[in-house]
């Protein structure tokens, strides 16, 4: 994959898509199937770097919103994704040029290739977070100023929504109750912003990375090498526990999948005990009671053996798994990044730890 | 009031409203103020009879919606009602040629009178229900096959949302979760529709009704008759029960003012106990055990005195009141009225009781 995605390429940038996801960003199998249909129906997907966007290019983003628990149930229809990009673009009055990938993710970094299939548009390779965010307002451009809406939400039965916020936080709040009332899962379609702002707000290169990291696992599990290894190093982080899940708590409330894991140590951690909390994606870990990594830096949950990412809904007992730290966008760590997506904002009293500085 | 409504038609205009309300529709009082100001503002509304709308007359209809509990505290601001419309004729791309009523009501019967005057546009002498009813779905016009969507809600901090929905139920679901997060008082444009669409489905003569009633109350006042009697005669009701407010128990949920209250006889009916339940309107009323009045036909509480309606959410301890019983548009009488607004649609395993009939 370089400047085209084709059906070739959708393994690797599901599964590398995945580990980037942290726990969220929904199901790398889901995503696949939704473009690999996509990408035959309609063609290859040109990808677009992000400093080659000209100034005047007019990006959309387009994702998933809901519980990832949902989501595997209530599968997405290709439908969706351009009645929500039809329903933005209509309501802005507005050509779309360019379609953008707002977080990474099994799904979410899927969705905007669907996208750009089914409009014939080219997709900046880039995405909003370098990683996956439970929250809309969560995403680098917030840092910048952008608005999340006008935006727009269409769900499987043909409801279609356009919010007009006064903030980000508002859109979040109503675009929430919308989706929790759409039956948890709804396709949205958000951030419209030019090329200008898009270059100086979101994280270079994300699809490529994705692409990079599924490949890389993949190799290694050929050369019968350590595909968490291979992944861990690409990412500049370090592997911070390995064991199996002894336990997992999981609701599904205000449209989220909330809960939290527990895992006892195996090889080098025989004896000590792991324990992840999550909203959507894994916010906190603590080894043996001490907070040893939290958002905004990654925390995530491979397959021990093969290197695959695994999301918070698909956590069950038995998995045997290595945690992962690895440090995100440098953006993230300042005072305004923390105020938007540090652990103090998920309810949990603790400094940020940053991984790999 | 014939053809034009000055600002000395709004008293009864709105005291009339409030009457056919049922004790939703909101305060009497707050309309007033609203439409005073409007009407000071940008001069007196042209009222223009059913009859006369032109069959490719553009006509949107406004309200408010929310718990009336809730908007006697968060009064709604003048720009909401102009902010609604353009956000929806902005959606449609198209110029409205006409203001409607969706229901009467001490608010919602005024609200129109606002966005006409705003707009310089004229005001429908007509309503959807011929009363009020809790539910955006709950018009005639649903039962002509007109689509309330797309329709667009306005709060007071700014924030729009746009609705396309798939049916009536879902864009009442859609907007109700809205105007919960919203602060459970929104404005809202609705159910555009041409002015052949309007003709054929909506009450004729609704305001006109209203500031006659308005009128026949006050005049009774005037001469030392008995208001009430006025009032009920107009509208060919019967009293039902004259009594003291002994019991209110109130609670605003998912958006709704619910509750029931007790009333204990006087005059004629000392000794009996009359139990009024409600949903934002009164829906039930239960003379002794027995109902002896139920919704789609009109439960008015008014002042026994006074003759002036009161709201669900201004009952209170020890007033003296009687509760009257009229008929509704026989079309709510229809099998697909009653599934639409008859007591078992509220919960009330019910007959619907007719009045007059």
Same mark, same amino acid.
């Given at each position: 994959?370089?400047?085209?995605?084709?059906?070739?390429?959708?393994?690797?940038?599901?599964?590398?898509?995945?580990?980037?996801?942290?726990?969220?960003?929904?199901?790398?199998?889901?995503?696949?199937?939704?473009?690999?249909?996509?990408?035959?129906?309609?063609?290859?997907?040109?990808?677009?770097?992000?400093?080659?966007?000209?100034?005047?290019?007019?990006?959309?983003?387009?994702?998933?919103?809901?519980?990832?628990?949902?989501?595997?149930?209530?599968?997405?229809?290709?439908?969706?994704?351009?009645?929500?990009?039809?329903?933005?673009?209509?309501?802005?009055?507005?050509?779309?040029?360019?379609?953008?990938?707002?977080?990474?993710?099994?799904?979410?970094?899927?969705?905007?290739?669907?996208?750009?299939?089914?409009?014939?548009?080219?997709?900046?390779?880039?995405?909003?977070?370098?990683?996956?965010?439970?929250?809309?307002?969560?995403?680098?451009?917030?840092?910048?100023?952008?608005?999340?809406?006008?935006?727009?939400?269409?769900?499987?039965?043909?409801?279609?929504?356009?919010?007009?916020?006064?903030?980000?936080?508002?859109?979040?709040?109503?675009?929430?109750?919308?989706?929790?009332?759409?039956?948890?899962?709804?396709?949205?379609?958000?951030?419209?912003?030019?090329?200008?702002?898009?270059?100086?707000?979101?994280?270079?290169?994300?699809?490529?990375?994705?692409?990079?990291?599924?490949?890389?696992?993949?190799?290694?599990?050929?050369?019968?090498?350590?595909?968490?290894?291979?992944?861990? =190093?690409?990412?500049?982080?370090?592997?911070?526990?390995?064991?199996?899940?002894?336990?997992?708590?999981?609701?599904?409330?205000?449209?989220?999948?909330?809960?939290?894991?527990?895992?006892?140590?195996?090889?080098?951690?025989?004896? =000590?005990?792991?324990?992840? =909390?999550?909203?959507?994606?894994?916010?906190?870990?603590?080894?043996?009671?001490?907070?040893?990594?939290?958002?905004?830096?990654?925390?995530?949950?491979?397959?021990?053996?093969?290197?695959?990412?695994?999301?918070?809904?698909?956590?069950?007992?038995?998995? =045997?798994?290595?945690?992962?730290?690895?440090?995100?966008?440098?953006?993230?760590?300042?005072?305004?990044?923390?105020?938007?997506?540090?652990?103090?904002?998920?309810?949990?009293?603790?400094?940020?730890?940053?991984?790999?500085?």
């Amino acid at each position: 994959m370089t400047r085209t995605i084709t059906t070739a390429d959708l393994d690797d940038l599901a599964a590398g898509a995945a580990v980037l996801g942290t726990g969220g960003g929904g199901d790398p199998h889901i995503g696949r199937l939704l473009a690999s249909a996509a990408v035959v129906a309609h063609g290859p997907v040109e990808l677009c770097p992000l400093e080659e966007l000209p100034d005047d290019a007019a990006v959309l983003h387009v994702a998933m919103m809901g519980a990832p628990t949902v989501m595997v149930e209530k599968l997405p229809s290709a439908e969706q994704v351009s009645m929500a990009v039809e329903a933005l673009s209509g309501y802005l009055g507005q050509r779309v040029t360019h379609i953008a990938c707002a977080e990474a993710g099994g799904v979410n970094s899927l969705i905007p290739v669907v996208a750009a299939a089914q409009l014939g548009l080219p997709l900046v390779d880039a995405d909003g977070m370098g990683r996956a965010f439970p929250e809309l307002q969560m995403v680098l451009p917030t840092l910048y100023g952008a608005r999340a809406t006008p935006m727009s939400i269409a769900d499987e039965k043909g409801n279609k929504v356009v919010l007009d916020a006064v903030d980000n936080h508002w859109a979040e709040r109503l675009a929430r109750s919308a989706t929790v009332d759409m039956g948890c899962s709804t396709m949205i379609a958000l951030y419209a912003m030019t090329g200008a702002q898009a270059r100086e707000s979101l994280v270079p290169g994300t699809l490529s990375l994705c692409a990079e990291l599924g490949a890389l696992a993949r190799k290694a599990r050929a050369e019968h090498a350590d595909p968490v290894e291979a992944v861990t =190093r690409r990412l500049g982080g370090r592997r911070l526990f390995t064991g199996k899940v002894t336990d997992v708590e999981r609701r599904t409330t205000t449209g989220f999948a909330r809960g939290t894991a527990r895992l006892a140590g195996m090889d080098g951690d025989a004896g =000590r005990e792991l324990v992840l =909390r999550f909203q959507n994606e894994y916010l906190v870990a603590e080894l043996d009671g001490e907070v040893r990594g939290t958002v905004p830096d990654l925390i995530c949950t491979l397959d021990r053996e093969s290197g695959e990412a695994i999301t918070t809904e698909a956590l069950r007992f038995g998995q =045997r798994v290595s945690v992962i730290l690895a440090p995100c966008d440098p953006r993230w760590h300042s005072a305004e990044g923390l105020a938007l997506a540090g652990p103090r904002y998920f309810g949990y009293d603790v400094d940020p730890v940053g991984v790999g500085r």
